[in-house]
Each structure stands twice: as structure tokens, then as C-alpha cells.
């Protein structure tokens, strides 16, 4: 069993950052995958960013590249999103997911394990 617990959501101005956290907790998370999904009201919950821990091989939703960044610091257990850039429609709940080898990366089913979420506001 793995149990998840994120933190660092907030409200924000558009343009500005925040960083995300994922603690993991109940077994080490050596060839799991991490990800990052969000859901605003009214849509799916989508794919935003992944990474590999054991390789740190990381993907990201073509949405948010080249302002997200999924990170992990393997000594603490613990996965991170940076985002950059923030936009009004980046606001949604985000949700830390983690997978067992095996599936498709970017596919919610896939995911065994989430946490209970963190809510991203962003204004304009």
C-alpha cells in the first residue's frame, strides 16, 4: 500500500509559481511511477506531468511544457511540480497518483494509489 498526501496549493496571480508536493508514505517507491493529474469543474481529470522513479525519466502533458516540471527527491520520499507561468486555466484540483510498473503512463486507470488532492487557483 502506498498513501499519498499533497501540499503547496494556494491561490495565485497569473504569471506567478507555486510548487507542489507529493509525500509518499507505506513502501519505497523503487520502479513506481509518480504522476500529476488535475481536474477543473465540469471536465475530466487529465494527465499533467510523470516521472519514472527509479530512472527519473520524466513526461509532461503538451499543455504545460516548458512551465511544469515533475521533479522527486528519492531520500525523502517525496515527488514535486513545479509550475511556472501560471494561467487562469491552469486552476483545477491536482491530484498525486502513483502506479506500479506496468500500464501506460498518462492513463488514470493505470494509477493504483491517490491522494486526496490540492486545490490551484489562478486569477487574472
Known amino acids: 500500500q502506498v498513501q499519498l498526501v499533497e501540499s503547496g496549493g494556494g491561490l495565485v496571480q497569473a504569471g506567478g509559481s507555486l510548487r507542489l508536493s507529493c509525500a509518499a508514505s507505506?513502501?519505497?517507491?523503487?520502479?513506481?511511477?509518480i504522476a500529476w493529474f488535475r481536474q477543473a469543474p465540469g471536465k475530466e481529470r487529465e494527465f499533467v506531468a510523470a516521472?519514472?522513479?527509479?530512472?527519473?525519466?520524466?513526461y509532461v502533458a503538451d499543455s504545460v511544457k516548458g512551465r511544469f516540471t515533475i521533479s522527486r527527491d528519492n531520500a525523502k520520499n517525496t515527488g514535486y511540480l513545479q509550475m511556472n507561468s501560471l494561467k487562469p486555466e491552469d486552476t483545477a484540483v491536482y491530484y498525486c497518483?502513483?502506479?506500479?510498473?506496468?500500464?501506460?503512463?498518462?492513463?488514470?486507470?493505470?494509477?493504483?494509489?491517490w491522494g486526496q488532492g490540492t486545490q490551484v487557483t489562478v486569477s487574472s
Open positions: 497518483a502513483a502506479k506500479p510498473p506496468g500500464g501506460v503512463y498518462y492513463e488514470r486507470r493505470d494509477y493504483d494509489y
Open positions: 507505506g513502501r519505497t517507491l523503487s520502479g513506481y511511477t
Open positions: 516521472i519514472r522513479w527509479s530512472g527519473g525519466n520524466t
